[in-house]
């Protein structure tokens, strides 16, 4: 055997142990043990010892940190990213509602109507199954955090009279406040 094909089968060996390594550090699992955690906090005399404990302290807890900040960058993105396409989506259940509430009854009977009630009941149960709840405003106290007040009547002081769009709530969380006329006493 030659001095270069030598080589080539030393530098491949090197290699393929190489990826070995990195194949199981890609399937090691990368957990704090918190005994160790502790156990690196103690002094022990040897100062060059204490500040590698101490620099593996500090990149364990970092590394928590960062885990704990990207699951919650990743729900903060789904969250949006679910909003942003719901609110498209509710101006056309609200154009549906008008359309339902605003027909007269003598032409409320007939396919066309029964269809487009049909689509806007789907419409609701599809969203309400994708995680939106819809709530009625109607005879309730104002919330500041759930309703926009657009105008005031005689009325109830407090109390909802009419509402013009409902208001949703998406994972806990206001969607879209619900614009109400409220009775100012």
């Not at 719901?86 to 109507?113: C, H, M, N, V, Y």
């Not at 007040?149 to 509402?163: K, N, R, S, Y």
């Amino acid at each position: 055997m030659t001095q270069h094909s030598k080589d080539e089968i030393e530098d491949e060996d090197i290699l393929d142990e190489m990826q070995e390594e990195i194949e199981e550090l890609e399937n090691a699992e990368w957990e704090i043990d918190e005994e160790k955690v502790v156990e690196a906090a103690e002094p022990s005399g040897d100062l060059e010892l204490d500040k590698l404990r101490d620099t593996l302290a500090r990149t364990q807890a970092d590394y928590k940190n960062f885990q704990t900040r990207t699951e919650r960058d990743k729900s903060e993105m789904i969250f949006f990213l679910k909003q942003d396409i719901f609110k498209k989506i509710l101006p056309r259940i609200d154009d549906l509602e008008r359309i339902i509430i605003s027909t007269p009854e003598e032409e409320q009977k007939g396919a066309i109507f029964d269809w487009l009630k049909l689509v806007y009941t789907k419409l609701l149960d599809d969203v309400s199954r994708l995680w939106v709840k819809v709530f009625e405003s109607k005879w309730q106290e104002v919330d500041p955090e759930k309703h926009d007040v657009m105008t005031q009547v005689p009325w109830e002081e407090g109390i909802i009279q009419d509402e013009f769009e409902k208001w949703y709530e998406l994972d806990g969380r206001v969607l879209r406040h619900a614009k109400v006329v409220v009775g100012n006493g």
